[in-house]
């Protein structure tokens, strides 16, 4: 056996590239390539082979409204001003009608700071903490429940089945942290069959919130839109969802029973499963426009099998850990 026989083989993973036409209706997409969002480490394969691949970074981040400390949070760092505003607006610590002074980010100390013309003092919410299902262990303070009976989410609002398709392939086509390094989830508003914001994060509760916040500082109307995500359709997902006035949410992966209930008391549209040619949908039907042609529909992108296997893998690892 020669010398370069004993030499481990080294794969490489890089960022993949889509057809620009695909992605051509983003306004803001996740982007692989940044450095700051992952750390590449070697390690080894099933076959012994010496590989290096990117692996997602996660830091603390703490949030202040005005001089009152909320929360610290894990995140990967991007859009800390959206994730703030966000996450107050879905624990309704900050109001619609709020006005925001400024939002302070310290890269350095890792903090974001809210402040609001209003007055704040959340000091009784903040004793009473509920953990929720998402991954990362994310945390609602406050009556969970709070103001979502009030919510009336537009009954206007369609989903065709035609788009439910051209999103998923729009979106599975981005280059995205979840198809380069898996361990993140993603969440996506859409408006009709175009994907405008696309944000990940490690848990899916801070993607949903990054989207909040975009919504609230840009001023986007929620009646129209429609939420897709990759995570599971749990109670959490549902009540931000309801929160923002979107009446619509799609996810490629399943359901909790108490998601499923809250949906369709809250009225709103609840499709999973959305993989390829299939889909389940277990609220909302009404809202429902069947125009698709079978004959034109494709499968699902092995990239985008393999990522979900892997994303899947790590989900089981992660459960087990949280039972013991």
Known sequence: MSSKDNVPKVVKRGVSKADPELLK?????????????????????????????????????????????????????????????????????????????????????????????????????????????????????????EKFEDIKLSKDARIHTSWIYTLSKKINSAPSLYLEAGAIHGCVLCQEDKPLIYIEDVGRHNAVDKIAGYMFLKGIQPEDKIFYTTGRLTSEMVIKTV??????????????????????????????????????ALAGQERMVFDHDESHLENEDSRHQRASSRSSDQMIIQKGKDDE
Do not use: H
């Open 25 to 145: 209706d983003f306004l803001l997409r996740p982007n692989p390539s940044d450095s700051e969002l992952t750390e590449r480490v070697v390690g080894m394969d099933q076959d012994g082979n010496s590989i290096e691949i990117p692996v997602v970074v996660e830091k603390p981040l703490t949030l202040f409204l005005n001089g009152q400390e909320i929360v610290t949070m894990m995140t990967i760092g991007d859009y800390p001003d959206y994730l703030a505003v966000g996450y107050l607006l879905n624990q309704n610590m900050l109001r619609r009608d709020d006005v925001i002074t400024a939002i302070d980010v310290d890269e350095e100390l890792d903090l974001v700071v809210v402040r609001t013309e209003r007055e704040t003092n959340y000091e009784e919410k903040l004793k009473k903490k509920t953990r929720t299902s998402g991954c990362a262990q994310g945390t609602v303070f406050g009556d969970l429940m």
């Open 243 to 280: 929160q923002m006035g979107i009446p619509v949410l799609v996810s490629r992966s399943g359901f909790t029973a108490w998601g499923v209930d809250l949906a369709k008391e809250a009225g709103l549209t609840l499709i999973g499963r959305a993989k390829g040619k299939r889909f389940t």
